[in-house]
């Protein structure tokens, strides 16, 4: 129906998430549309994204072999939140108020879909935890998998560091980067 290469786009753009056929095509023809040069510079924007690999220490995102958060000697290193993904950081970071480092799984326990602990960077976490250390703060998404990912963690760390999670105020069900900051806030101060 359309050129192979068009065809093509409107498949690739299909990949991302809650995108249909009639999106995945609207996609495309902006794309399309776009001058020659507003389209060298996405195509060159998504190749740069080979650059981006995961922080040494922590796991966040990063184009350097540590992140900023981490080289940062102003945050306090006692004290570590624990987050699924590195997008959960930018989401936390947002609120102005946590002077700690981070941790991300990268993911969550899911029997379901078969993710165990095993599959999740807990390991390296426990390698970070030192006498020094003060306190994991475990914010996960409230949800089941973020709540059998808490407790796990919780009964892996109880009796080696102090051990709290982000306090009600989020929604069960709903997912940190679509939480308003002054809910995240709230959530975060009221910790247990």
Same mark, same amino acid.
């Given at each position: 129906?359309?050129?192979?290469?068009? !065809?093509?786009l409107i498949f690739e753009m299909q990949k991302l998430p809650g995108v249909g056929l009639k999106t995945a095509e609207r996609f495309a023809?902006?794309?399309? +549309?776009?001058?020659? !040069?507003?389209?060298?510079?996405?195509?060159?924007? @998504?190749?740069?994204?080979?650059?981006?690999?995961?922080?040494?220490?922590?796991? +966040?995102?990063?184009?350097?072999?540590?992140? *900023?958060?981490?080289?940062?000697?102003?945050?306090?290193? +006692?004290?570590?939140?624990?987050? *699924?993904? &590195?997008?959960? @950081? =930018?989401?936390?970071?947002?609120?102005?108020?946590y002077e700690g480092v981070y941790h991300v799984l990268n993911g969550l326990i899911n029997t379901s879909k078969g993710i165990l602990p095993?599959? =999740?960077?807990?390991? +390296?976490?426990?390698?970070? @935890?030192? &006498?020094?250390? %003060? %306190?994991?703060?475990? $914010?996960?998404?409230?949800?089941?998998?973020?709540?059998?990912?808490?407790?796990? =963690?919780?009964? =892996?760390? %109880?009796?080696?560091?102090?051990?709290?999670?982000? $306090?009600?105020? @989020? &929604?069960?069900? $709903?997912?940190?980067?679509?939480?308003?900051?002054?809910?995240? *806030?709230? $959530?975060?101060?009221?910790?247990?």
């Amino acid at each position: 129906m359309y050129p192979r290469e068009i !065809e093509d786009l409107i498949f690739e753009m299909q990949k991302l998430p809650g995108v249909g056929l009639k999106t995945a095509e609207r996609f495309a023809f902006t794309i399309l +549309n776009l001058s020659k !040069e507003d389209r060298d510079h996405f195509s060159k924007t @998504i190749k740069d994204l080979d650059h981006i690999k995961h922080c040494k220490v922590c796991g +966040n995102l990063t184009d350097h072999e540590i992140c *900023s958060i981490c080289e940062n000697q102003n945050r306090d290193h +006692n004290m570590i939140c624990v987050v *699924s993904q &590195p997008k959960d @950081i =930018l989401t936390l970071e947002n609120m102005n108020s946590y002077e700690g480092v981070y941790h991300v799984l990268n993911g969550l326990i899911n029997t379901s879909k078969g993710i165990l602990p095993d599959q =999740l960077d807990i390991e +390296n976490l426990l390698k970070r @935890i030192t &006498p020094e250390t %003060e %306190e994991v703060i475990l $914010a996960l998404d409230p949800t089941v998998e973020g709540e059998t990912t808490a407790l796990y =963690l919780q009964k =892996l760390l %109880e009796n080696h560091v102090k051990v709290s999670k982000l $306090a009600s105020g @989020i &929604p069960m069900g $709903a997912h940190l980067d679509y939480t308003d900051s002054k809910t995240l *806030s709230r $959530a975060f101060e009221g910790r247990k």
